[in-house]
């Protein structure tokens, strides 16, 4: 459940949180854009560091550390997954250059993964919310997605409350064979699913209770400005997105 961490808001007072999330989310989809253009390790791993001073200014190391110890799991699945895949698909045969494809794939998630990450630790529910309005997305969709946002870390950790506390009545979910270990996690899921229920009705309740939906011309009491660290960051994104696609077609980039 750690890699939910990475999607927990941490209210710290950086550059970093107050950036404005528009623009922040541009930085987040050109680092996007740049990973998806190369198969070479070497620049994927100047992407992942390009990442790191935004973590040590914005103070959220430790979540940082947490989301990506979270995704270790998903980053070995996917680098068996594509060394079975070759395998199987060239005469049962692995070249160095097929294990480099297979760690780039690998990297290139754990960089997407790094960069959603910094970009959820660093930008509260409300600003989020806010930008999207802004950005002209309808209220109700933007509404949606800041509760999935809000509410995801909440019920990953009620779930890990729950796993204690079946453990500590003698459930044993690590023992037995694959089938015998995906029917030990109903005790987990029946629970849950319960309790997210019931925190659904009680969030509907709140709702009616504020008149959700009664006004369609809605006013907010803050509003998003650009200041001088955003058109820095937007610069930053430009040069990354534009020496992206500049290496990609016009640079040698070498293979270990």
């Known amino acids: 459940m750690s890699i939910f961490d990475g999607l927990k808001f941490r209210r710290v007072n950086s550059i970093i949180h107050n950036l404005d999330p528009r623009i922040k989310f541009i930085y987040v989809i050109g ?12 620049p994927l791993v100047a992407l992942f560091l390009l990442q790191l001073p935004f973590v040590f200014l914005a103070r959220v190391q430790r979540q940082w550390m947490r989301s990506l110890r979270g995704a270790a799991f998903l980053a070995g699945f996917i680098f068996f997954i594509n060394i079975v895949t070759i395998f199987l698909g060239n005469n049962y045969t692995v070249t160095p250059s097929n294990i480099e494809g297979a760690l780039s794939m690998t990297l290139r998630f754990v960089v997407l993964v790094e960069s959603f990450s910094v970009f959820f630790l660093t930008t509260s529910p409300d600003h989020l919310g806010l930008a999207l309005e802004q950005s002209r997305v309808p209220y109700e969709f933007a509404f949606a997605f800041t509760t999935a946002v809000r509410f995801v870390p909440v019920l990953a950790e009620e779930a890990q409350t729950i796993m204690d506390a079946q453990k500590a009545r003698g459930l044993e ?7 015998k270990r995906i029917r030990n996690y109903i005790p987990i899921l029946i629970p849950l699913i319960v309790s997210a229920i019931r925190r659904s009705l009680e969030l509907a309740e709140a709702m009616e209770s504020r008149a959700w939906g009664a006004c369609k011309k809605r006013t907010n009491l803050y509003t998003l400005r650009l200041h001088k660290g955003d058109y820095v960051l937007l610069g930053i994104t430009a040069i990354i997105v534009i020496g992206a696609i500049y290496a990609y077609f016009y640079v040698s980039i070498p293979t270990l």
């Open 31 to 42: 680092v996007f854009i740049a990973a998806l253009l190369f198969l070479q390790i070497i």
């Open 173 to 179: 979910l690590e023992k037995g064979n694959l089938l």
